[in-house]
């Protein structure tokens, strides 16, 4: 199974394990567009996105750890993704690397599990703005679209915030032979949070990396005791303070076998 992408050339090297996609995006991180206004002072700094295999290999079952967390971890602080065998939902934030199961419940993830996708960047703020008044989901995407205007390149989101509904979910294990990603979520199970602090750990990627992995918004969370969490589905928040870092790399490391 080989994807058909553009730049098709860069992922037909037999046996490579390692892809670099050296991105020819400049930052040109312009502080307009947040309500608050403050641009932070890293704003020049370069920001690398690594991510472990394609959205488009997970959605067809290829749930085989293929890298470690400890591996992981050298790349980034900051990140979502699964763990081996799609167990949970995997969420990175200030360096630690929790997995949350289907009991909705947040574990410290070993060092020497492994994980068949995620991606991570090593995470600070470029841009910071404020909503203060409650959004529906909807309307809190609207607006981080309005704080940073989309471009060709990813964008890593964190948000700190007061959220009166959280919905999330998490995925069991699944047992080979593996069930693609759609036929695995009809086995999700959902959680409704209410009135909880809690932070957003997501990104959104552009409609030109379509496959690589999803265009648009990915939400994971995790509650401010850091118990709970999981893939978000639905929030309505407010008091939220939003952080985000576009990014102007990305490498892509690909399994070393073919699915
Ligand atoms: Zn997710």
């Given at each position: 199974?080989?994807?058909r992408y553009g730049a098709g050339k860069l992922f037909s090297v037999q046996g490579a394990i390692e892809l670099r996609i050296i991105a020819l995006w400049l930052a040109l991180l312009a502080a307009s567009g947040f309500s608050s206004g403050e641009a932070a002072a890293q704003e020049s700094g370069k920001a690398l996105l690594h991510q472990i295999a394609t959205m488009w290999a997970l959605k067809r079952g290829a749930y085989d750890g293929v890298t470690?967390?400890?591996d992981l971890r050298k790349h980034g602080d900051f990140g979502i993704g699964t763990v081996d065998g799609l167990d949970g939902?995997?969420?990175?934030?200030d360096g630690h690397f929790y997995q949350v199961k289907t009991d909705g419940k947040?574990?410290?993830i070993d060092d020497a599990a492994t994980t068949p996708f995620a991606m991570v960047v090593r995470f600070k703020v470029a841009k910071r703005g404020a909503l203060d008044r409650p959004h529906d989901m909807k309307a809190?995407?609207?607006?981080?679209?309005?704080?940073v205007p989309i471009e060709?390149?990813?964008?890593?989101?964190?948000?700190?915030?007061?959220?009166?509904?959280l919905k999330v979910r998490s995925v069991p294990k699944q047992t080979k032979p593996y069930p693609d990603l759609a036929t695995a979520l009809k086995n999700q199970t959902v959680f409704e949070l209410e009135h909880v602090k809690a932070t957003l750990v997501g990104f959104r990627f552009p409609e030109s990396m379509e496959g690589v992995n999803t265009a648009g918004y990915h939400f994971h969370c995790l509650t401010e005791d850091r118990t709970k969490g999981g893939h978000v589905l639905d929030f309505d928040a407010k008091n939220?303070?939003?952080?985000?870092?576009?990014?102007?790399?990305?490498?892509?490391?690909?399994?070393?076998?073919?699915?």
């Amino acid at each position: 199974l080989v994807p058909r992408y553009g730049a098709g050339k860069l992922f037909s090297v037999q046996g490579a394990i390692e892809l670099r996609i050296i991105a020819l995006w400049l930052a040109l991180l312009a502080a307009s567009g947040f309500s608050s206004g403050e641009a932070a002072a890293q704003e020049s700094g370069k920001a690398l996105l690594h991510q472990i295999a394609t959205m488009w290999a997970l959605k067809r079952g290829a749930y085989d750890g293929v890298t470690t967390f400890k591996d992981l971890r050298k790349h980034g602080d900051f990140g979502i993704g699964t763990v081996d065998g799609l167990d949970g939902e995997m969420v990175a934030l200030d360096g630690h690397f929790y997995q949350v199961k289907t009991d909705g419940k947040a574990y410290r993830i070993d060092d020497a599990a492994t994980t068949p996708f995620a991606m991570v960047v090593r995470f600070k703020v470029a841009k910071r703005g404020a909503l203060d008044r409650p959004h529906d989901m909807k309307a809190f995407m609207a607006e981080l679209d309005r704080m940073v205007p989309i471009e060709d390149r990813p964008v890593a989101f964190r948000v700190e915030g007061d959220f009166s509904a959280l919905k999330v979910r998490s995925v069991p294990k699944q047992t080979k032979p593996y069930p693609d990603l759609a036929t695995a979520l009809k086995n999700q199970t959902v959680f409704e949070l209410e009135h909880v602090k809690a932070t957003l750990v997501g990104f959104r990627f552009p409609e030109s990396m379509e496959g690589v992995n999803t265009a648009g918004y990915h939400f994971h969370c995790l509650t401010e005791d850091r118990t709970k969490g999981g893939h978000v589905l639905d929030f309505d928040a407010k008091n939220a303070q939003v952080d985000a870092l576009p990014c102007s790399d990305f490498f892509l490391r690909l399994p070393s076998s073919p699915q």
